[in-house]
């Protein structure tokens, strides 16, 4: 539109608001009142067109260890995060010690930590303890993005996605059906009916120990596939590794299951899973550490671990539609 077409439109709308000579509401300065009017369709369609652009999720979970600082495993992945833009998950044990707030800040702090801003973390059983059974001191540490003390399970939105936060240490939050979480759980996926949603929590659903669905999880693992949602990412065991998308039951689903990512990665000392791998087991790497980057469309998601520098080879990449 040519500057002198816009003009009369707006010398009307001026004058129109001029002539009004009463008003309950102290007067807004009108020339920003006219560009308003005159962007808003305009401005709502960039809105709309970012809201669906993608965006990123990285991370992994079991991650610090007291290290000297810039030295260690924890370092390790937190300079992979140097290099990837975006927001960043954690699938619990962020120090994988008692869960102390000197530990959260000599031991996370130097590495993961000067990307705390961008962390939304999720808690494990080194956060949630028997000597701090309401994670206090990792509620301190990372404040709100932790969701409630004494529960950490909450929800955001990251572009066009749906993420929820459970908490999977049941004997100190209940995760049984019909408890608080669950009940919370399931009302925050009814108000959030995007396309694409996304869980993390610490404890794996179904891994090498629980082929057919571990039963500490199994009401909030239901409650999740009964919604369609279509990720879990997870951590507990010190690989990583990807799942087939399956049922509660551990049952392959390829058209409505929830798909899991096994993420402890991050720095803890590396595991070996002796006990073999399970058929509902996609792609697994024992002898790296590293992070997972999600790329999340409005309407799949694109997946790629990034392993620590010198194993490049130790990888795993792939997209998929969401449900």
Known sequence: MSAGRQAA???????????????????RDLPALALEAAGADRAGGE????????VTLVGAGDIAWCEPPGVGPGEV??????????????????SNGNGSLAEYQSCFGPSWG????????????HDYTAERPTGADYHAYFGAAAGPPGKGYYSYDLGAWHVVVLNSECNL???????????????????????CTLAIMHRPHVSYSSPGGSSYTKALFSTLHAAGVDVLLTGH????????????????????????????TGGSYPMINSGGWI???????????GVLKLTLHADRYDWQFVPEAGKESRTDSGSSPCH
Request: proline share 9%; hydrophobic share 35%.
């Open 237 to 264: 065991y010190h690989w990583y590794e990807r799942m087939k998308p399956v049922g509660p039951g551990g049952t392959p689903d390829p058209e409505r299951g929830v798909r899991e990512f096994i993420v402890g």
């Open 114 to 125: 000067r990307h705390l801003t961008r962390i939304r973390p999720a808690p494990g059983n």
């Open 279 to 289: 058929a509902q087991s996609e792609h697994h790497i024992e002898d790296a550490f």
């Open 77 to 94: 992945t937190a300079k992979l995060l140097d290099a990837i833009p975006g927001a960043i998950f954690t699938t619990g044990d962020n």
């Open 173 to 195: 939050v209940s995760c049984a059906a019909g408890g608080e979480q669950e009940r919370w759980l399931a009302a925050d996926l009814a108000s959030h009916p995007m396309k």
């Open 47 to 54: 809105q709309r067109d970012r809201s669906l652009a993608p």
């Open 9 to 27: 439109p707006v010398a009307l709308l001026l004058a129109a608001l001029s002539a009004c000579s009463t008003t309950s509401e102290a007067p």
